[in-house]
């Protein structure tokens, strides 16, 4: 079962969770404190979506534990904005998230089922 982001990033994640298994990197998280920059808001446009994640960007670039965020997000399928990563991006990558929703719903449901060219 996956770990929530807010888990990691607090330190309240159980054993053997991405993040708990190799010491304190979370500690050193340049996000903590700033997760409303990471996940989507209820309804969020796509414009203030796009904002959102240049701010978290600009975080994540400078961000001693990028190597090691980077890697729980992707091998904990998770959601939201993760080192400089979106979900689409990871789903590009083939990090795909379990339970796809809006964007990554549609896109995953596009690769499964190849458009008709035949019209
Ligand atoms: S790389 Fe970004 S999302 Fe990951 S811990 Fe650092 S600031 Fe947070």
């Not at 534990?65 to 979106?86: F, I």
Request: with cysteine; charged share 35%.
């Amino acid at each position: 079962m996956a770990t929530s982001p807010l888990q990691l990033l607090d330190g309240t994640a159980g054993a053997g969770a991405p993040g708990s298994s190799n010491g304190d990197w979370k500690m050193h998280a340049a996000c903590r404190g700033r997760l409303e920059l990471f996940f989507a808001r209820k309804a969020e446009r796509p414009q203030a979506r796009i904002r959102r994640q240049e701010k978290a960007k600009r975080l994540c670039d400078g961000c001693p534990v990028l190597d090691e965020c980077r890697t729980a997000a992707r091998n904990n399928r998770e959601y939201g904005y993760w080192a400089g990563e979106s979900e689409e991006d990871r789903h590009l990558l083939g990090f795909r998230v379990t339970a796809p929703i809006g964007v990554r719903a549609r896109a995953a449901d596009r690769e499964e089922k190849p458009q008709d060219r035949s019209a």
